[in-house]
Every structure is written in structure tokens, then in C-alpha cells.
């Protein structure tokens, strides 16, 4: 939850983006804090990239307002925001050497010239790349035009840093080392990094907070250990990390928790909110579901065990309901396997399912929300 | 609010300056052809409509001649030239030796230089091997410069090509000649077309090089006019110009089309894969 | 032996015969023009076969040497005006809607591709003192009497600017399509006001473009003879009719010759100077 003395830095209030009749961002509000590491996280098309066009000035927002540091930036344009972008293909300028493409904001700035050589020298040895400053990008790798790109957006000292999936073309290994470097830069400097990926471990590992986006709708907005262990939506726990959906009705509502009934059997979680007769779904994360030969109190769902799969620090096991759904299920590898084949048991700690509104629950429950929160902005 | 970024979108300018040049590239063109409709024997002001030089050009016999050796010409150099460019790019696909780097640079060199060297490299070559100018310098020297061409175009479309479609042919049965025949030629059937097009155009478009191949019996239309123009010029030249205007403008559509089909057959094949 | 020889016959029967005419009348035609230009002319308009660099040094006659200025001015000249006019034209293209584009393109090659003799005689019809244009302005009282446009040295650039444009345009657009958006983007976010994103980045983006779209129209116009006839009325001699006399009136072949081999030299020249950016642009 929002502390209250942190300083907002962007805000987006209500912002709608179209494109012709075709409408890619919806009503989207977003607090971005000073000095917070955020991502704008989902699939390709569901408007991350556009909300953060729409931060650097690239697009015009079709409705509603953009603030930055409490000013509507509305008719500001991307030179004149004090924003930044590294872009996804880094965009630098393929007939200036690095110096030169580092330089190229202050010189715009009309800085001094010793004054510009010691702060690219500054930046250079930031992202490691002293000695190079003559190289033409074409004669660089991807992870030296990375930091290149990082280098020439940092060097104007923006207030936010945008990023639009800047690790998006380098191999695993070299991304995970600029993960860390990224991570690292932005603590150390205290910027506000609005960070575009369609990689989920990116964003957790990376993240002070995540924005899930899908279909230009802001799905949900937290910590990385609440976006993954409380997923607001069935979007997001399908979205992040691999999960085990069921479709549910709650059968029974007891003192915080909720008896449900699931096509292949009956269950319980620890809930509230939800009211009897309801459909829901719940979403149990493969580590958190567990076999047992033996039934389990509270818990009737039977299956059979399909598959092992054996994928380095883990075990997979893969089990059939009685309904044919298949449900994959992680163990640690000194956990003794149960034989194939054999009829099993399932359950998992009350706490750790997660159970969820279906999206005609979810349109009533925002209604409602709405009302309250409208009313009670009054005061 | 909205209102202002449309304004903001709209600048006259980008609509203006185009249509500024289009005018520039297009009133000659339309002045030929208004005042091949006009009543007066004078180009200058249009007294009235007619078609009456669409007929009286027929006529004029010096005028009909020069328009069917263009025809001619342009006729027989991209027949010629598309059978043989074909043939060469298809062999060159198949060909992996130092030859084909020759041929594929010796290809550039009419390309390259200037059109008035090569219109009298050809007058000097034609006169010392005692070859006067005719009909068939003009389309020898129209076949060489649309030679290249057709290669490149024919080439370009073959650039695409799984080699083991034809070995597929070899390997069923089918010989030399029948893959050609059978599966290469309908292949790169879209490529000759267009290299033919472009033969075609370039032969109509031609000044230079026809100016010095040409002899005083085969004189082209166009070569026809440039004698004409100092002396005066009657309608029923502007008529037979706005029949080669409106002529190359259908080959100018047709190519396009045929260039659009490929395009789309290209993306329906790798919509397939 | 044979074997082989069957093996590789039908790929010689394909490239052989544009192999042997590519030879007799490219090659060896041209051999003869270098030729020529080291022999001498004789009395009959014909060539004597005595070697002597003769002719280079009637190259350097005032009389020539004002003709070579003068052709390279006019078409300096041309190459700037069609830059001028085009750059600005081929950007608005580039920067059209993708549906509109392809029509702006095809309507820049369709005047290209009809005949220019035909298009040079619409701007004599246009321009001549009892022509289109002196009427027009005579009718509307503009001026009283005609003005002389036509056979003056500006007829003679309208009618060059005219021809080669398109060859200034295409090339021109396709370098300015070829720029990344999102540089521009990036040079924007990085403080650049317009004008200073087209200075540091459009334009020297653009510079093989430019140097194409100049050499593409640079060298043909040396050749164009027809239009100094058409617009000129011959009144000034440029290389291209210099060339052309040598071979059909003057008959002095080898000064001809010796022409076409400094047209040559000055395309070579502009070749390498063009493949030089060309490969500067590949390493970017």
C-alpha cells in the first residue's frame, strides 16, 4: 500500500489511448513514486509500450491527463519533458561514435564542452565502457550498445528513466547479468525507472513494483511477492509464474474461510469477500499443491498420476482428474515420487490457494467499489 | 482540446508541395494530350474539341512509319531480350564458378555508363565492321541495353528459390529441359514477366541510343518528333504521342499489378510456412 | 571428359548467348571508342590508323574547355535544383500514410517511363514565344508583349530539372524511408528540436541518398543533348552535343571518342566516389 509521505512522481489519470476505433489503453490510472523501480508487465499488444510512448511525449494521449511531478505535461513535448528513453532496439545513432551519442543531449543543452567531457568520462566509466569512445555502435556487441543507450539517456540526469524492453535482444546469460547491472544503476543513482517487459521473471526479479497489463487494462499493481502469492485477477496468476486454475462455486462460507466445490471434487480456502452460491476460481501455484495417497481432511479431489518429469532443482509431476484436467505439481527432489499411475489425493495449505471473483463478480464488485470510493472522495 | 491536435496534424504544406511537383511533372504531359483534341492547327489556344486527328494520323505516312518501327523495335528487342535474360539468369542460378562474377559485373556496364557513350561505342563498332544503321542496329542496340535489365529482374525472383525444388523434378524423373520447362519457368513466370515490361519501356523510352542507330529509313517516333519540333508540329503528332503516352501508362499499370500479385502470392506462401 | 562437357552443355547454351553479346557489342565496342581516341582523323571523316594522343590535346582548346565548364555548371546546376526540389518532396512521401505512399511513388515513376521527347515537346508547346503560356498572360493582360522563354539557357535548365527528377526522388526516398523512426524518437528524447534532428540525423542519414540520387542525375544529364536542341535551340554547345557532332556532322571521330572517354572517367570517378559512402553506410 501506498505510504503516504512518498512523492508521486508520474501520474495517469484516466488516460485512454486509440488508435483509429481501436482503443489500446483504457482508462488507466497509475502512481509511479519517486525513486521506484516499476514495470509495466504483459503479453505483447496489451499497451505497455503505448502508456510508456505516452510518458516520453512520443503519443498523444487521446483522453485524460499525464503528470509529471504534479504538472500535466500535456503540450510538452519529448525534448522538453524531463524524461528519458532507452529503446528497445537502443536507437543509437549508427554515424556518431559512442562519445558523440552520449554527448548528443548536452550538446543539444548547449553544455560546455569540458563540462560535457567530463560527464561523459563520468558516464563511460558508470557503464563500464572507458577506452571506447571512438567505436562506431556498428562495431560494438549488444550488451556494449546497451550500455551505450543507458549511457546517453542518463547523462541529461533525467527525473525518470524509461526503459522499453532494453534486454529484450541479448542472450539469456548477458541478460541476466544487465538485469542485475540495471538493478543495481538505479539504486545507486535513486532514479524512477519505468521499466517494459513481457518477461514475468524479469520483472520479479528486477521490480519494486509491477503494473500487469492486458488488453490496455490495468490488471493489478503491487510488490513482486504480492503480484505472485496474491494475483488479483485469473490474468495475472495464469500471467506470472505457472499456476494450477479450477473452476469453483462456493458452497459454504464459514469465519474466514470458504468451502468450495470444484467439477472434480470438493476443497477449502482461506478467503473472505466472497458469498455463498458464487462462481470463483482458484488458482494453486505447482509448488504449493500436494499429493498424498492417504484422503485429507477437508479436501475430497482425487486424480491419478500421469507423468514424472524430472527438470533440474525440481520434480514435475503431472496428475489427471477424474474431469481429464491435468495439473502440474513441484516437488523438491528428496521428496520420495509416488508411482505412476497410482490414485492419489490432492490438497494444499488453506492459505495458499487463492481464490478469485470471476469477471462477471469482479464488473459487479467494481460497481460497487466505485460507488463507495466516489462517495467517500467527499471527504 | 481535440479540435487543436487535429490542427496540429494538419499541415498544408505536405499536401501543397507534392501537388506543386505533380503539376510540374504532369501539365507537359496534358498539354500534349489536351491539344491533340483541339479544332486549331496551332498548339496554342484550344478552340475546339475534336478526334479528327486520331484519324488524319493514319495519313501522315512519314509519321505511321516512324510509329510502327517503334513499335517494331520495341516488339522484337524485348522478345529477344527476355529469351535470352531468362536463359542467363536461370543459368547463373545453377552456375558456381568465376564466370558468373564476370557476367554479373560485364552486366552493370550498360547500366553504368553514360547512354551517350554507349550509343556511339555501338555507331562506331556498326560502321567499322560495315554494318550500316537499319531496323537491326536499332534492336540490337535495344536488346543490349534491356539485356541487363531483364537478367536482374528475372535474377531477383529466383533469389528465393529452395534449390531442392529442382533437384525434387530431377529426382522424379523429369530432365533438364522438362524442369525447365515444367517447373522453373512457371516459377519465375512473374519475373520474366515483369523484366519484359521493363524491356518494353525501355525500348518506348529510349532517345539517345536510338538517335545513333538509327537510319534514315528507321527512324522511331520519338526521333521522329525531335526533327519536327524546331520546324512545327501538327495535331496529329500530339495524337499519336497521347497514343504512346496512354500506351506506356497501361504498361506502367499492368507491371504494377503483376509486381502487387507476386507480393501477395509471396505473403500468402509465407503465411503458409 | 565428354561426360562433363554434356553435363555442364546446358548451362553453357543458357549463358553463352548473353555471354557473346554482352562481349561483341559492349565490350568490344567500347574497346573501339579507347581506341579510336589514340588515332587520328584523316581528311575523309574517316580514322587513319597512326597512334597520337592528338586528340586529348585538342581537349584542352579554350573553345572546348569553356564547353566542358559550361556543361558541368548547367549540370551542377541541375543536380542542385533537383535536389532542392526533390528532398523536401521525397520526405513528404516517406512520411505519408503507408496506403497513400505506394501511389505517390507510382505517380513519380509514370512520367519517368514516357518517352522524354514527348514530355520536353509539352513544355515547347508550353513555353514558346506564340506559345501556351505568353497567350495565357498576354489574355489576362499580365504582360503586353511575349516574353522569350524558349531557346534560352533557362529553358535549357527547366528542361534538364524537368527530365531528371525522378532519378533525384527515388533514390532520395528510399534512404529517407530507411531511417529508423525510432532515431528520431531518441534524438527528440534527447532535447533536439527539429531543426537540429534534421541536421544531425535525417540529413546525414540521408548523405548516400543524396550522393546517389546527385550521381543518378549528375551523370546523364552530361548526355542529354536533345533537350539543349529542343529547349536551346542549339544556341549553346554542351558536351553531349560537342560528342555528338564529332560523330555525325564534325566527323572527327577521334576527338568524339576522347570525349566519351572523360564522360567515362568522370562516371568511373563518381562510381568509386559513390561506393566509397555506400560502404562508409554498411559499416554503420
Redesign the interface.
Known amino acids: 500500500m501506498a505510504k503516504m509521505q512518498d512523492k508521486v512522481m508520474i501520474r495517469l489519470r484516466d488516460v485512454d489511448k486509440c488508435y483509429g476505433t481501436n482503443k489500446v489503453v483504457k482508462s488507466l490510472n497509475l502512481d509511479i513514486r519517486e525513486g521506484e523501480f516499476l514495470t509495466l508487465l504483459g503479453p505483447s499488444g496489451c499497451g505497455k509500450t503505448t502508456t510508456l510512448r505516452m510518458i516520453a511525449g512520443f503519443e498523444e494521449v487521446t483522453e485524460g491527463q499525464i503528470f509529471l511531478e504534479g504538472e500535466n505535461v500535456e503540450d510538452k513535448k519529448p525534448n522538453q519533458r524531463d524524461v528519458n528513453t532507452v529503446f528497445q532496439n537502443y536507437a543509437l545513432f549508427p554515424h556518431m561514435n559512442v562519445e558523440d551519442n552520449i554527448a548528443f543531449g548536452l550538446v543539444e543543452k548547449k553544455v560546455k564542452k569540458p563540462e560535457i567531457k567530463r560527464r561523459v568520462g563520468e558516464m563511460l566509466k558508470m557503464v563500464q565502457l572507458e577506452g571506447m569512445e571512438k567505436r562506431l555502435p556498428a562495431q560494438m556487441s549488444g550488451g556494449q550498445k546497451q550500455r551505450v543507450a543507458i549511457a546517453r539517456a542518463l547523462i541529461n540526469r533525467p527525473k525518470v528513466l524509461l526503459l522499453d524492453e532494453p534486454l529484450g535482444a541479448l542472450d539469456l546469460k548477458l541478460r541476466k547479468q544487465m538485469q542485475f547491472e540495471l538493478k543495481h544503476l538505479q539504486k545507486k543513482l535513486g532514479i524512477t525507472f519505468i521499466y517494459v517487459t513481457h518477461d514475468q521473471e524479469e520483472a520479479l526479479t528486477m521490480s519494486d513494483r509491477i503494473a500487469v497489463m492486458n488488453q490496455g487494462i490495468l490488471e493489478q499493481i503491487g510488490a513482486p511477492e504480492e503480484i505472485y502469492n496474491r494475483p488479483a485477477t485469473k490474468f495475472v496468476a495464469d500471467f506470472i509464474g505457472e499456476t494450477n486454475i479450477f473452476e469453483a462455486y462456493v458452497e459454504e462460507v464459514m469465519d474466514g474461510r470458504i468451502g468450495i466445490s470444484l467439477e472434480a471434487g470438493t476443497a477449502a480456502v482461506k478467503a473472505a469477500g466472497f458469498h455463498k452460491e458464487e462462481m470463483v476460481y482458484i488458482c494453486v501455484r505447482p509448488e504449493n499443491l500436494k499429493i498424498s495417497a492417504e484422503p485429507v481432511i477437508d479436501f475430497n479431489i482425487r486424480g491419478k498420476v500421469k507423468e514424472h518429469v524430472f527438470i533440474g532443482s525440481v520434480n514435475k509431476t503431472i496428475v489427471e482428474l477424474v474431469n481429464g484436467q491435468e495439473l502440474k505439481i513441484t516437488t523438491q527432489p528428496d521428496v520420495e515420487l509416488l508411482s505412476m499411475g497410482s490414485e492419489v489425493n490432492l490438497f494444499w495449505n488453506e492459505g495458499k490457494g487463492i481464490l478469485l471473483h470471476t469477471k462477471e463478480e469482479q464488473i459487479y464488485n467494481l460497481i460497487e467499489n466505485t460507488v463507495k470510493i466516489e462517495g467517500g472522495g467527499d471527504d | 482540446m481535440k479540435l487543436k491536435r487535429k490542427l496540429k496534424e494538419y499541415k498544408p504544406i505536405s499536401v501543397l508541395y507534392p501537388c506543386l511537383v505533380y503539376l510540374f511533372l504532369y501539365v507537359p504531359i496534358l498539354v500534349v494530350i489536351v491539344f491533340s483534341f483541339n479544332t486549331s492547327r496551332m498548339n496554342i489556344v484550344f478552340e475546339g474539341f475534336t478526334v479528327e486527328w486520331y484519324f488524319k494520323m493514319f495519313e501522315n505516312r512519314q509519321l505511321m512509319d516512324a510509329f510502327r518501327n517503334t513499335l517494331l523495335v520495341a516488339f522484337f528487342s524485348t522478345v529477344i531480350s527476355v529469351i535470352m535474360g531468362t536463359l542467363c539468369a536461370v543459368g547463373l542460378y545453377k552456375l558456381e564458378s568465376k564466370i558468373k562474377n564476370i557476367i554479373s559485373s560485364s552486366l552493370y556496364i550498360p547500366i553504368v555508363i553514360p547512354e551517350i557513350v554507349f550509343g556511339i561505342a555501338l555507331l562506331v563498332f556498326f560502321s567499322s565492321v560495315h554494318l550500316p544503321t537499319s531496323m537491326l542496329t536499332l534492336i540490337i542496340s535495344h536488346i543490349t541495353f534491356s539485356l541487363p535489365f531483364v537478367v536482374i529482374t528475372v535474377r531477383s525472383r529466383i533469389a528465393g528459390f529452395d534449390p531442392s525444388i529442382l533437384e525434387a523434378a530431377r529426382d522424379l524423373g523429369a530432365g533438364e529441359f522438362r524442369t525447365f520447362m515444367r517447373v522453373t519457368l512457371p516459377m519465375i513466370m512473374p519475373g520474366v514477366i515483369s523484366g519484359g515490361m521493363l524491356a518494353l519501356t525501355l525500348s518506348l523510352d529510349d532517345v539517345v541510343i536510338s538517335f545513333f542507330m538509327a537510319g534514315t529509313e528507321s527512324t522511331t517516333l520519338p526521333l521522329k518528333i525531335l526533327g519536327m519540333v524546331r520546324k512545327g508540329v501538327s495535331p496529329d503528332v500530339n495524337a499519336l504521342s497521347t497514343l504512346m503516352i496512354l500506351g506506356t501508362i497501361a504498361i506502367m499499370l499492368f507491371s504494377q499489378m503483376i509486381q502487387g500479385k507476386i507480393e501477395k502470392s509471396r505473403e500468402a506462401h509465407s503465411g503458409v510456412e | 571428359m565428354i561426360k562433363k562437357l554434356g553435363k555442364k552443355l546446358?548451362?553453357i547454351?543458357?549463358?553463352g548467348?548473353?555471354?557473346f553479346?554482352?562481349i561483341l557489342?559492349?565490350?568490344?565496342?567500347?574497346c573501339?571508342?579507347i581506341g579510336?581516341s589514340f588515332l587520328t582523323k584523316n581528311a575523309y571523316g574517316g580514322v587513319d590508323g597512326i597512334l597520337s594522343l592528338q586528340s586529348y590535346k585538342d581537349l584542352f582548346q579554350s573553345e572546348y574547355l569553356k564547353i566542358f565548364t559550361g556543361s558541368l555548371w548547367l549540370s551542377l546546376q541541375t543536380t542542385i535544383l533537383c535536389l532542392i526540389?526533390g528532398y523536401?518532396?521525397a520526405y513528404?512521401?516517406a512520411?505519408?500514410p503507408a496506403n497513400r505512399k505506394k501511389y505517390?511513388v507510382?505517380?513519380?515513376?509514370?512520367?519517368f517511363?514516357?518517352?522524354?521527347?514527348?514530355?520536353?515537346?509539352?513544355?515547347?508547346?508550353?513555353l514558346r514565344t506564340?506559345?501556351?503560356i505568353n497567350?495565357l498572360l498576354i489574355a489576362l493582360g499580365i504582360i503586353s508583349k511575349p516574353l522569350e522563354m524558349l531557346y534560352t539557357d533557362g529553358a535549357v535548365l527547366l528542361g534538364m530539372v524537368?527530365d531528371l527528377?525522378?532519378f533525384t526522388i527515388l533514390p532520395l526516398y528510399t534512404s529517407i524511408e530507411k531511417i529508423?523512426t525510432?532515431?528520431l524518437?531518441?534524438?527528440?528524447?534527447?532535447?533536439?528540436?527539429k531543426r537540429?534532428t534534421f541536421m544531425?540525423?535525417i540529413l546525414?542519414?540521408t548523405m548516400p541518398g543524396i550522393f546517389a540520387g546527385s550521381i543518378q542525375t549528375f551523370?546523364?544529364s552530361?548526355?542529354?543533348?536533345?533537350i539543349s536542341?529542343?529547349m536551346g535551340?542549339g544556341k549553346t554547345m554542351y558536351i553531349?552535343n560537342l560528342?555528338?557532332n564529332q560523330?555525325?556532322s564534325a566527323r572527327n571521330?577521334p576527338l568524339?571518342?576522347a570525349l566519351?572517354i572523360i564522360?567515362?572517367i568522370i562516371?568511373l570517378i563518381l562510381?568509386k566516389l559513390y561506393t566509397r559512402v555506400g560502404s562508409l553506410e554498411d559499416?554503420?
Request: without cysteine; glycine residues 8%.
Open positions: 546446358p548451362t547454351v543458357m549463358i548467348p548473353t555471354f553479346w554482352l557489342f559492349v565490350l568490344i565496342p567500347l573501339y571508342v579510336i526540389i523536401p518532396f513528404l512521401i512520411k505519408a505517390m507510382l505517380m513519380i515513376m509514370l512520367p517511363w514516357i518517352n522524354s521527347i514527348i514530355r520536353i515537346y509539352g513544355w515547347n508547346t508550353l506564340e506559345g501556351v497567350h524537368y527528377l525522378p529508423d525510432s532515431l524518437e531518441a534524438a527528440r528524447d534527447l532535447g533536439a528540436t537540429s544531425k540525423i546525414p542519414l551523370i546523364p552530361l548526355g542529354l543533348f536533345y536542341e529542343m535551340g553531349g560528342i555528338k560523330f555525325l571521330w568524339g571518342a566519351s564522360l567515362i562516371t562510381m559499416m554503420a
